[in-house]
């Protein structure tokens, strides 16, 4: 059974930074890390192969943000720095396990298994 677990959000001012962390359970996969703010879609932010080998970026974390993996502790992580108000929403990690995708995968139906999210307020 697989099973996402995130953790690390909270409240934190402009400019600031938080670090999230995703353990998974089960075998390795490609991972995301997604967003949902308040009465909006979720969104990709950034993405990461089973290696670690290929990542991309949303455009709008891109210089900001860093997704990276620990494969030996089973985890994945987004360091998040110059937060911004806009980058208010639950966080939620997924597991993509077609594991010969060419690239990382930024639309949702592409993954397979979701955390149950961490919430980020960044205040003004």
């Known amino acids: 059974q697989v099973q996402l677990v995130e953790s690390g959000g909270g409240l934190v001012q402009a400019g600031g930074s938080l670090r999230l962390s995703c353990v998974v359970s089960g075998r390795t996969f490609n991972m995301g890390w997604f967003r949902q703010g308040p009465g909006k879609e979720r969104e990709f932010v950034a993405g990461?192969?089973?290696?670690?080998?290929?990542?991309y970026y949303a455009d709008s974390v891109k210089g900001r943000f860093t997704i990276s993996r620990d494969n030996a502790k089973n985890t994945v992580y987004l360091q998040m720095n110059s937060l911004k108000p806009e980058d208010t929403a639950s966080y939620y990690c997924?597991?993509?396990?077609?594991?010969?995708?060419?690239?990382?995968?930024?639309?949702?139906?592409?993954?397979?298994?979701w955390g149950r999210g961490t919430q980020v307020t960044v205040s003004s």
């Open positions: 990461i192969s089973w290696t670690g080998g290929r990542i």
């Open positions: 997924a597991a993509d396990k077609f594991s010969a995708r060419p690239g990382v995968a930024t639309a949702r139906y592409n993954y397979d298994y």
